[in-house]
């Protein structure tokens, strides 16, 4: 089995190299991925990575951001030119790992279509927030996700983006794929009395790193939504986007934390759990002992 992992990027200078370098180590042979025209160090980054790694680059600076188009596209390139049998349609800040800590392959078959896997978001301490590489650590697990609705998060300031539900994510074969959706949370397939879901794979994703990496993705959605007055944004950019007018991002930012005292709130009612050590962590320890 060979399994591809592709990514779509852009200024991913803070997670892209840990995330190649840990699914490389979870079992993903091969890698494709398209800079969203990147200004910071990201290619430079992919260039280094290019030299240890089976991993093609794809540069695309369209602002137009056809996500689902891109990702399906990519996963028809992973089986042409890289013969993949499966692939994953990966975030920068998104890692996947088998939950008995062996290889993702071993978990996967080739008579698979689309598996589905859930996603779990973490939510850093405040001491993470200050560190680029403070996720690495985290170790707050939403489990139990608070199910406001988008209306309430838009305006309600004491609302906390990472406590949101998160939709799954999937693997797909990419011999009779259809499509591949625009947030990669589900595929179409044309054998489709094959897909499954699987609870052996856990996705956990960081949404939100350091203030200084969520100050420059919100700035550089500032950028978009000049560029393209017409797009409607997502509900998440609209609040962050008021907030960075007002003057009011750090705020903002830090309502996505938690203290110590909160943390346990959070715990006490089943909201998060502690994984310590996460896959990621583990993973780190590792490759630094």
């Not at 797909?172 to 625009?182: Q, S």
Request: with cysteine; aromatic share 8%.
């Amino acid at each position: 089995m060979k399994l591809v992992m592709t990514l779509l990027v852009k200024n991913e200078e803070d997670t892209v190299e840990t995330n190649i370098r840990f699914h490389a180590d979870q079992g993903v042979d091969a890698f494709i991925v398209m800079d969203n025209g990147s200004t910071d160090a990201t290619p430079d980054i992919l260039r280094t990575l290019q030299k240890e790694y089976e991993l093609t680059v794809v540069h695309n600076a369209s602002t137009a951001y056809k996500q689902s188009q891109w990702m399906t596209g990519m996963a028809r390139q992973a089986r042409r030119e890289l013969g993949a049998d499966l692939v994953i349609s990966n975030d920068a800040d998104e890692f996947w790992s088998a939950r008995d800590g062996s290889s993702l392959k071993t978990k996967l078959s080739l008579r698979d279509s689309v598996v589905t896997v859930r996603r779990f978001n973490f939510i850093l301490d405040e001491v993470q927030g200050e560190e680029r590489d403070g996720y690495v650590h985290c170790a707050n697990r939403v489990i139990n996700p608070i199910l406001y609705t988008s209306q309430e998060y838009e305006v309600q300031k004491k609302l906390s983006m990472p406590l949101q539900r998160i939709a799954p994510k999937v693997i797909v074969n990419p011999l009779g794929l259809l499509h591949i959706n625009g947030g990669n949370h589900r595929a179409k397939h044309m054998m489709f009395w094959r897909n499954r879901r699987s609870d052996d794979i856990v996705v956990d994703h960081y949404p939100i790193l350091s203030y200084k990496n969520f100050e420059k993705k919100i700035q550089s959605r500032q950028v978009i939504r000049t560029l393209h007055p017409e797009r409607r944004l997502n509900v998440h950019y609209r609040r962050w986007l008021a907030s960075l007018d007002a003057g009011e991002l750090r705020q903002e930012y830090r309502q996505m934390l938690v203290n110590e005292k909160e943390r346990d709130v959070l715990q006490r009612f089943g909201v998060i759990e502690r994984v310590e050590p996460t896959a990621l962590a583990r993973w780190h320890a590792a490759r630094h002992a």
